[in-house]
């Protein structure tokens, strides 16, 4: 089994954070996340500054982008690291409650990696967060220069 | 003819001096001389000469008399008589009249014109000028001489001449077009300030009003003094400069447009060829004006629409706004109640007793409920925003995977399937896709409590161009007084326990086909199963 990396997890709402945590938590998945409660603290993150500031260890492996939060939304988030060298090629997955039209196109425009609409139904909304973290940290393949880049840092 | 030659010698002129016994020798002999000097002269400029000598009646013809009507020498009778043989019997009694007149001293000189027989037959005009040369002591007359000159050509031509200005003439009197000639009048610096009519024909009355004896030698300015100053400028400008123009302009005073074509017939003058174009003008102003209130009403036409426009793109952007917020905020509060009831569940769910374990069923069931509600809203609201992309759409085929589709995990009765052939039509195909899943997924619902559900799918003929699809079940039915409800937001025709749904179904399936021009009914009765139709606009066909 390979090493897992982290999962930076952006998300403003308690409530679907303890669900999602719940059902990563089955395959061990809750213990690489990393939660932030708002697209500036992603940001933050991601570029080591603000509260941030001196973080040591590798950029995530997987970035899990709600849509509505307060200051920086999801959608700039998405914009800032697919237009960012060294960011670009983190996959970047959208998991959200809507299945608005302008959010799915706008996020393919920006080179989003997946778009996921939280399930109301509990049990589906499980088993797509599993779906999501499996396939991104298990069965992906990252691209070689992200791997390059790991094996240096 | 039988005339006896004429004698040259018996010439009066010739002669004649040697009847005056009265006077001396010597005077005598110059005035024979004179006289032939005279002849001569005659004779080279080309008038045959004649001398009547009245009392006789006898007539000399000189040699060029005789050759210019065409007679050889000797071929005429030297008598009066034989002269009058040969002028025009229709104009024998005017010569004679005016013979007789100079005669009696009432002319100076005798001078007539008349047709003359020439030697073949035919008659040339003749001018004859003469004079009577002397009266005997009672103040008889004596004899006469005379010239002739054949003026056959001139005449002809002053006759063509005449036909020629009659021809003019009428055409100046009938033509279409009114004429008019003019003088120019220049002021002190020698500009154009007013013109005299000189002449103008018929239709001038008639497109003018203005009758000729008004205007003729007067002024424009006396005639209208309300003239435009610019025709006087205008034609005034065509007089003196001798350059023709065209106008088309309108006449105040006469309250008419007409078209002129001014050319000069001579420096000062100018004359107008012109025709009223009033009606034409008109037409044209008036259909200046129509276009006019046209584009200004179709401008007003487009600001509304503009408007009524942004209303409404204003609120579809409030409903956009509102439909994107239920799906963000909405969806979440449900989700965590299905969520949380299932953690509750895992967590405490031993430690409760049934009535417990029913309530927090009752809890998961109503989240749901109300999360398929929202969802079904919003795809509501969608399909009555998305964008059409219409395609021909092989409905044979997309049926059959619909069908797939709706029997996938689908518990009930056995399903016959009658899936007639199936046409091809112009729609978008995954607004239609999600038509076809309503209508299929209602068919099978409905047949579920049947032993047997019996689903038929198939074209109904149409006689308006349109393809009619019909879906057809075995199953409950519907009452037929509430039709009008199955097609509406929400409506149900049965309850909840019966049979699960929000009522949105129909009503997207109605909203979509009326998006693609087309439209839907029901048949059906309770107990006897229902039959959905839809119709859709047709593909056009290969080849046609």
């Given at each position: 089994m390979k090493e897992l990396g982290t999962i930076l997890y952006a998300e403003d709402d308690e409530r679907d954070i303890e669900l999602t945590m719940e059902a990563l938590d089955e395959h061990n998945l809750a213990n690489s996340m990393k939660v932030v409660r708002d697209g500036e603290e992603a940001l933050d993150y991601l570029y080591c500054r603000?509260?941030?500031?001196g973080r040591v260890g590798e950029d995530p492996m997987l970035v899990l982008l709600d849509i509505?939060?307060?200051?920086?939304d999801g959608m700039q988030v998405l914009r800032r690291i697919k237009s960012d060298a060294r960011l670009k090629t983190i996959p970047v997955v959208v998991l959200t409650s809507s299945s608005e039209e302008r959010d799915l196109a706008e996020s393919y425009q920006l080179g989003v990696n997946a778009y996921v609409v939280k399930p109301v139904d509990f049990e589906n909304f499980v088993k797509a967060v599993k779906e999501i973290g499996l396939f991104w940290m298990l069965l992906n393949e990252p691209p070689r220069q992200y791997r390059r880049q790991e094996a240096s840092s | 003819m039988g005339r006896k030659p004429?004698?040259?010698?018996?010439s009066a002129i010739a002669t004649g001096p040697r009847k005056?016994?009265?006077?001396?020798p010597e005077c005598v002999q110059a005035l024979a001389e004179s006289e032939d000097r005279l002849r001569l002269v005659l004779e080279i400029a080309g008038d045959g000469i004649w001398e009547w000598n009245?009392?006789?009646g006898e007539v000399w013809l000189s040699p060029r008399w005789l050759e210019t009507w065409g007679y050889?020498?000797?071929?005429?009778?030297?008598t009066i008589d034989s002269w009058r043989d040969l002028v025009h019997p229709d104009d024998l009694p005017r010569v004679v009249g005016s013979l007789e007149r100079h005669i009696a001293g009432g002319t100076p000189l005798y001078e007539e014109e008349y047709r003359l027989r020439t030697r073949s037959g035919t008659y040339r005009w003749n001018r004859s000028r003469g004079r009577l040369l002397g009266r005997d002591a009672r103040g008889r007359p004596q004899r006469m001489v005379g010239i002739d000159a054949d003026i056959t050509v001139r005449k002809e031509w002053d006759e063509a001449s005449a036909r020629g200005a009659q021809i003019y003439q009428q055409l100046f009197d009938h033509m279409n077009e009114g004429f008019g000639l003019h003088e120019v009048i220049c002021d002190d610096q020698g500009r154009p300030c007013d013109y005299r009519f000189l002449d103008v024909n018929g239709k001038f009355e008639e497109l003018t009003g203005l009758k000729a004896d008004d205007v003729l030698g007067r002024t424009v300015r006396e005639v209208?003094?309300?003239?435009?100053s610019y025709w006087i400028e205008e034609l005034g400008q065509v007089a003196l400069t001798g350059r023709p123009a065209r106008l088309e302009e309108y006449s105040t005073p006469l309250g008419r447009y007409y078209r002129v074509s001014a050319f000069c017939p001579m420096k000062g003058r100018f004359a107008c060829v012109f025709t009223d174009v009033t009606d034409h003008k008109r037409l044209v102003e008036s259909l200046r004006e129509s276009q006019a209130r046209f584009l200004a009403l179709n401008a007003e036409l487009e600001h509304q629409v503009m408007q009524r426009t942004d209303a409404l793109n204003l609120a579809n952007q409030e409903l956009e706004a509102f439909s994107y917020s239920v799906s963000h905020d909405l969806r979440a509060p449900v989700r965590h109640l299905t969520g949380f009831v299932k953690l509750l569940e895992r967590h405490a769910g031993a430690a409760l007793d049934d009535k417990g374990r029913r309530y927090l069923g009752i809890i998961a069931d109503s989240a749901r409920r109300m999360g398929r509600l929202i969802d079904d809203l919003l795809e509501f609201s969608q399909t009555g925003r998305a964008e059409l992309h219409t395609t021909t759409v092989d409905l044979q085929s997309l049926v059959d995977d619909v069908r797939l589709e709706c029997l996938d995990g689908l518990e009930g009765p056995p399903v016959v399937w009658k899936v007639s052939p199936l046409p091809q039509v112009r729609a978008d195909r995954s607004l239609l896709r999600q038509a076809l899943v309503n209508l299929v997924s209602n068919a099978l619902k409905f047949t579920r409590t049947r032993e047997r559900a019996v689903i038929e799918i198939g074209e109904a003929p149409s006689d308006d161009g349109t393809a009619v699809i019909f879906v057809r079940d075995n199953?409950?039915?519907?009452?037929?007084?509430y039709v009008e409800k199955?097609?509406?937001?929400?409506?149900?025709?049965?309850?909840s326990e019966e049979f699960e749904g929000t009522g949105i179904g129909l009503a997207n399936v109605k909203r979509i086909v009326e998006r693609h021009g087309g439209r839907v009914w029901a048949e059906g009765a309770v107990g006897r199963g229902a039959t959905l139709y839809v119709a859709l606009p047709k593909a056009e066909e290969r080849g046609s």
């Open positions: 603000g509260s941030y500031e509505k939060m307060p200051k920086v | 004429v004698r040259a010698s018996r005056r016994t009265g006077e001396p009245i009392v006789t050889p020498p000797g071929d005429v009778e030297p209208l003094p309300g003239i435009d199953g409950v039915g519907f009452d037929a007084r199955l097609f509406g937001v929400f409506q149900r025709l049965h309850s």
